[in-house]
């Protein structure tokens, strides 16, 4: 039975995530995806969640392989805190909806997971190898579909720049921000290959600096819609 089965009373709404390095025009394709679509709920991502939904995802903090990667090396405040907003997120996109909507996740377990990895890499430590295999097991459970946004280096360089709000990497030179993006760019290929090893997930490559946000949209719904069946 399918998860959109009407024959089952509901089910999950269809889960996509937006990723991309900074600068790849994330947000502004959310937004137009929003405007063009009234089906598509956006403004889902791991930053600005409701501290009481944090709170009752406190336990995710105490797995004993979380535990275990503490007593080999410490885990920063910075680590433990991604990973309750991580936790926090899951528990919305699993939440049973009626309605056929589609829930637009703009930095969300892929980016939690590629964000961990090229700031704390911990790919020797078993406990926290151990976490991560098991939180992918559960995300790739849930994700549908993930666009995959991106640009030239010169323009994301640009973008990054041009914005009002702050970036740790807005005041380096050129080839410093391009090796930052590259980083980003291969951390998030290991991701979706780890997810697809546990479910099949579809991915929509998309440059934003060959076409307008609203041209995206259109084209992403469409496929989206396809995806999904509908």
Known sequence: MSRRDPRAGGGRPMAVELIGPAGAG????AKALARCHPDVRAG?????LPWRLLAA???????????GARAGKP???RELAQVLRMAALRRIVHRPRTERDVLLLDEGPIFGFTWLEVFFAREADPGWASWRRKAVSRWGALLDAVVWLDAADAVIASRIRARPKSHPI??????EIYGFTAQFRQAFGRVIEDLKAARSLTVYRVRSDRESPENIALRLRAALRATDGR
């Open 26 to 29: 994330k947000s502004t394709v």
């Open 44 to 48: 889902f991502s791991l930053w600005g």
């Open 57 to 67: 995802s406190a336990p995710e903090l105490l797995s004993p392989m979380l535990v």
């Open 75 to 77: 885990l920063h405040q």
């Open 170 to 175: 807005k005041g380096l030179d050129d080839p």
